[in-house]
């Protein structure tokens, strides 16, 4: 079996959930076996200095045999989340003005010179991580 027939066979359910900078992958897998499987995956983006960017990535793997305690224990411990703190989302990033040190000062630095240079990002396309 040829990279082209087990990436077909792995292939078999996903959805995405999109976060700001994150990025969830959860995806149903297949085991040589066929029997199925569940991946989640977090992939986070971070800026370098030069505007260039990278994303780092994390897996988990979870089986059937964990379904029921794991969806379970991940109930259990949103809802305690959920009752102490509320679903208000308590951070500096997500208030509606915040801005970034960095993007503060860029923002003065192009008000005071009129002739600098902005960097768009009308050419930037999505990338899909499945080909990462």
Known sequence: M???????????????LRAGR???FFDVRATKADD?????????KFTNDD??????KHK????KEDF??????LAEMTDYIIEKKGDEVISERHQKDFKKNYEVE?????????NSSHKSTE????VDFDDI
């Not at 988990?60 to 089986?63: A, E, G, Q, S």
């Not at 029921?68 to 224990?73: A, H, M, P, V, Y």
């Open 2 to 16: 040829n990279n082209n027939d087990m990436m077909e066979r792995e292939e078999i359910f996903s959805k995405v």
């Open 51 to 56: 505007g260039s960017f990278h994303y780092k």
């Open 68 to 73: 029921s305690e794991f969806k379970d224990i």
């Open 60 to 63: 988990i793997y979870i089986y």
């Open 36 to 44: 199925y499987y569940l991946t989640i995956t977090e992939s986070k």
């Open 22 to 24: 994150r990025t969830y």
């Open 123 to 126: 050419n930037f396309t999505d």
């Open 106 to 114: 860029n923002t003065e630095a192009t008000s005071t010179n009129e």
